[in-house]
């Protein structure tokens, strides 16, 4: 929850970064609005405005954006998360013993023709408003000005001008992506990727520049794309010069996504915080159990994490990589849960990740609606509790069955009389079959005489 991170009474300032471009106002309502909703872009122009009642002795509370935008300090709050995510705003905290005052500095936004030129925007428009709307605001933002007649005889720089060489070479760097406008993304190492193209004999320079680091990067992280997919989106990409289209790589990226993910758009989405995965301090784990450092490992990793420390850091396979996103995806099983299901099946499977039993698993555990780490541990140890109870009833019950097969049987009186008569020498039984043999006869007499008389 988001309750109490700014008070009513904490003040702040506003200042402004740059120069706006003239058509600023277009981009905010065409282009951010779809990303980042109207209380977001509301917030930003409010605030663009509060700058000329500031005085530099007077600072402005909270409570005013509240009653400007008729909005909770909560909703202000994650508005301003958003804009500072998608890098329209920084905010610099002040903090006293009297008073909390925020400094918030505004970001310049893109002109339209910026905007459409960075890759991870406009892809995220494209996702937010549709192809047809997409198109229709890129055709009438980009407009192609006509090229005039003629050959071009234009002078260069070299053919003006002369410099005075220096022996210094620029070095560019290769590994780490500059700071730049637009969205606030992590920074990424591409040694790794440096590799794989000296390993293929592509001159990795030519490939890796500045700006098209700054597009892997974005890619990366918009269809949250792993390392190995994007050297599959790069191959795929390059020219016969070893040059690294864009639009085709752009395309590569969204296929990989939509085919490896079965999700066929993007959208900003709030983050989901989960109360349970909050990182605990290292003097706080020194005192907790070794069961609770486990449960706190699973809230906190991610599957692809586990893997890799279950299997001594080696990479997760694809294909188990796969098995688990096919399982969260069709059963919706949280990221904690799906890492207890991990952990319980490597167990039970002798290391071995069986889908099979993946499935039948995680249908039960979906069903359950488990939703933390916690939650699915205790699940599991009822369960397998209860299985133990189940073989040992089974077991208690066979061992019984076997004890009845040789316990010597408890024979009625009736049948002990019967034997003794069946022993009793064959003068006396032959005594009582005649008896018995006479008896049948004066009834069969006694009958016969009657229907005789009747008739």
């Not at 935008?69 to 920084?90: F, P, Q, T, W």
């Not at 005052?101 to 428009?125: E, G, I, N, T």
């Not at 249908?363 to 189940?390: C, G, I, P, T, V």
Request: glycine residues 2%.
């Amino acid at each position: 929850m988001n309750i109490g991170k700014i008070l009513p009474v904490d003040g702040y300032t506003v200042v402004l970064q740059g120069n706006f471009p003239v058509d600023y106002s277009k981009s905010l309502t065409h282009l951010y609005q779809p990303l980042l909703g109207i209380k977001a872009v509301s917030l930003y122009q409010t605030l663009l405005n509060e700058m000329d009642f500031q005085t530099e002795m007077s600072t402005q509370t909270h409570h005013t954006l509240m009653n400007y935008l008729n909005i909770s300090l909560v909703e202000i709050y994650e508005a301003r998360l958003k804009l500072e995510a998608i890098g329209l705003l920084e905010t610099f905290e002040d903090k006293t013993t009297d008073q909390t005052v925020f400094h918030y500095m505004l970001q310049k936004p893109f002109s339209p023709a910026d905007f459409f030129r960075d890759a991870m925007l406009s892809q995220l428009l494209l996702h937010h408003v549709g192809k047809d709307k997409f198109t229709l605001l890129k055709s009438h933002y980009l407009r192609q000005e006509q090229q005039p007649m003629g050959r071009n005889i234009t002078a260069s720089f070299g053919d003006v001008f002369d410099t005075i060489h220096s022996n210094f070479d620029a070095v560019q760097n290769v590994n780490r992506i500059p700071d730049t406008a637009g969205p606030q993304l992590d920074t990424l190492d591409f040694s790794w990727m440096e590799q794989m193209l000296k390993s293929r004999m592509i001159p990795y320079k030519r490939v890796l520049t500045t700006e098209n680091k700054r597009i892997i990067n974005q890619m990366m992280q918009l269809y949250g794309l792993a390392e190995y997919e994007v050297e599959k989106c790069v191959l795929w990409a390059l020219t016969d010069e070893n040059k690294l289209d864009m639009e085709e790589f752009k395309e590569a990226c969204h296929d990989t996504f939509k085919n490896s993910r079965k999700v066929a758009t993007i959208q900003l989405l709030p983050k989901q915080q989960q109360d349970n995965a909050q990182v605990v301090p290292y003097k706080q784990k020194e005192s907790m159990t070794k069961e609770e450092q486990l449960i706190n490992e699973l809230e906190t990793i991610s599957p692809k994490q586990l893997l890799e420390d279950l299997s001594s850091g080696n990479h997760a396979s694809e294909s188990d990589l796969k098995v688990i996103r096919e399982i969260m995806t069709t059963q919706g099983l949280p990221s904690p849960v799906m890492n207890v299901l991990i952990h319980y099946v490597l167990l039970q499977t002798n290391m071995k990740l069986s889908k099979a039993y993946l499935e039948k698993i995680a249908s039960h555990w979906s069903r359950a609606n488990l939703k933390s780490a916690k939650e699915a541990m205790m699940f599991a140890k009822k369960e397998k509790e209860r299985y133990r109870d189940s073989i040992e009833k089974k077991q208690k019950n066979y061992q019984n069955y076997k004890k009845q097969g040789t316990r010597t049987e408890v024979v009625p009186d009736w049948f002990k009389a019967r034997n003794q008569k069946t022993n009793q020498p064959s003068k006396t039984v032959a005594s009582v079959d005649l008896e018995r043999e006479k008896e049948e006869i004066a009834t069969l007499l006694q009958q016969y005489s009657s229907s005789s008389k009747n008739n």
